[in-house]
T-cell receptor, first 115, second 113 residues
Framework: GAGVSQSPRYKVAKRGQDVALRCDPISGHVSLFWYQQALGQGPEFLTYFQNEAQLDKSGLPSDRFFAERPEGSVSTLKIQRTQQEDSAVYLC?????????????FGSGTQLSVL | AQTVTQSQPEMSVQEAETVTLSCTYDTSENNYYLFWYKQPPSRQMILVIRQEAYKQQNATENRFSVNFQKAAKSFSLKISDSQLGDTAMYFCAFIGLREKLTFGTGTRLTIIP
């Protein structure tokens, strides 16, 4: 596709439910990032993939959060037993290479509301 | 870990005027990069401008320019001839060789017709 695509755009979950958020990066992009953006805040790093390898997951807030990118393209962020504090916009970004100054291309995010 | 501070939660300016958004940061690194991102209501973050710390010359992209003061750890964004489409949240961001991309809390900019 022309850009980074995320689905669903909105997700409402009852506390305790599991959710899965999908990211389709730009074709051929090596790097993929997940960020969490709480209301009124800037995005915060969750995890980073280089192709299919998850090189950094230090930002995942708890072991309820799990991310994968099995074939080095589409990525899924899974949150188990959702809590109210998980309510946020989850942004995915990709870039062509691995240099730290690479331009990131962001999706429009998934807004998760946990009731 | 570095911090990025944006002290102006909201700003507004008349169309066609110039506006400056402030950003300061704190880091112990010497080589790093600074960015300004725009986030419209669509939520998609869009890169506005990028500055390498080792370059003294301030970056410019059409109507957008920065004032990078390395010693003061300041990185402000100037928008000239502001347009209605510039209305958005603006985030300052930092990345270093040893640090992940870190965003400030953002400035909500409104361009008034």
């Amino acid at each position: 596709g022309a850009g980074v695509s995320q689905s669903p755009r909105y997700k409402v979950a009852k506390r305790g439910q599991d959710v899965a958020l999908r990211c389709d990066p730009i074709s051929g992009h090596v790097s993929l990032f997940w960020y969490q953006q709480a209301l009124g805040q800037g995005p915060e790093f969750l995890t980073y993939f280089q192709n299919e390898a998850q090189l950094d997951k230090s930002g995942l807030p708890s072991d309820r959060f799990f991310a994968e990118r099995p074939e080095g393209s589409v990525s899924t962020l899974k949150i188990q037993r959702t809590q109210q504090e998980d309510s946020a916009v989850y942004l995915c970004a990709s870039s062509t290479g691995t240099a730290i100054n690479e331009k990131l291309f962001f999706g429009s995010g998934t807004q998760l509301s946990v009731l | 870990a570095q911090t990025v501070t944006q002290s102006q939660p909201e700003m507004s300016v008349q169309e066609a005027e110039t506006v400056t958004l402030s950003c300061t940061y704190d880091t112990s690194e010497n080589n790093y990069y600074l960015f300004w991102y725009k986030q419209p209501p669509s939520r998609q973050m869009i890169l506005v401008i990028r500055q390498e710390a080792y370059k003294q010359q301030n970056a410019t992209e059409n109507r957008f320019s920065v004032n990078f003061q390395k010693a003061a750890k300041s990185f402000s964004l100037k928008i000239s001839d502001s347009q209605l489409g510039d209305t958005a949240m603006y985030f300052c961001a930092f990345i270093g060789l040893r640090e992940k991309l870190t965003f400030g809390t953002g400035t909500r900019l409104t361009i008034i017709p």
